[in-house]
């Protein structure tokens, strides 16, 4: 079975450009979730998709957003990027994300640069 | 909120020796506890998870953790340090509820020296 997979790999863009990123969950998994990872920031959750619908969202400003597929696939999107935007944005799924030990399969991520 | 501290950003081992990485979780209610640990570029690969079931929990690559509710802490342990177990390791706690993000702790980054 495949594993999550998010494209692309690496994204360099400048400032005030926008920027869509793609994951493909586990074939099956229905809940995918968005974590931006950076230095000084750490791991932070930005939301979680379940059915079509966010479920949960971090505390991320408006130019952050994302949508799911019927298919599970999710796309998050920054707009009017900034420096601060650089990290590394993981995707993760799960079945359906309903129980508070479900385990979480994550991708590769994508390493946005902004200069 | 709950959330996990992390104590040491970096810890460094000798190959054989025994590696013990430190987390502490914040919560009058035991929460459900992960340790993720990622190698270079790469994603998060879950190593184990406390469900309450008991309180020593085995993962993979020889990995376990023991769910101390007096000190509030949840160690990741190994008796055995190899060199492939150089990466940075993160605990993280999932809060009971509705709420389904993961809390990460800020990660330590394991050194194994030959």
């Known amino acids: 079975k495949a594993g999550v997979t998010q494209t692309p790999r690496y994204l360099i863009k400048t400032r005030g450009q926008q920027v869509t990123l793609s994951c493909s969950p586990i074939?099956?998994?229905?809940?995918v979730s968005w974590y931006q990872q950076t230095p000084g920031q750490g791991l932070q959750f930005l939301f979680e998709y379940f059915s079509e619908t966010q479920r949960n969202k971090g505390n991320f400003p408006g130019r952050f957003s994302g949508r799911q597929f019927s298919n599970s696939r999710s796309e998050m999107n920054v707009s009017t990027l900034e420096l601060g935007d650089s990290a590394l944005y993981l995707c993760?799924?799960?079945?359906?994300?309903?129980?508070?030990?479900?385990?979480?399969?994550f991708g590769s991520g994508t390493q946005l640069s902004v200069l | 909120a709950q959330s996990v501290t992390q104590l040491g950003s970096h810890v460094s081992v000798s190959e054989g020796a025994l590696v013990l990485l430190r987390c502490n979780y914040s919560s009058s209610v035991p929460p459900y506890l992960f340790w993720y640990v990622q190698y270079p570029n790469q994603g998060l690969q879950l190593l184990l998870k406390y469900t309450s079931a008991a309180t020593l929990v085995k993962g993979i690559n020889g990995f376990e953790a023991e769910f101390k509710k007096s000190e509030t802490s949840f160690h990741l342990t190994k008796p055995s340090a190899h060199m492939s177990d150089a990466a940075e390791y993160f605990c993280a706690v999932r809060p009971s509820g509705s709420a389904r993000q993961l809390t990460f702790g800020s990660g330590t980054q394991l050194t194994v020296l030959p």
């Open positions: 074939s099956g998994h229905r809940s």
């Open positions: 993760a799924s799960s079945l359906d994300g309903g129980a508070t030990n479900e385990k979480l399969f």
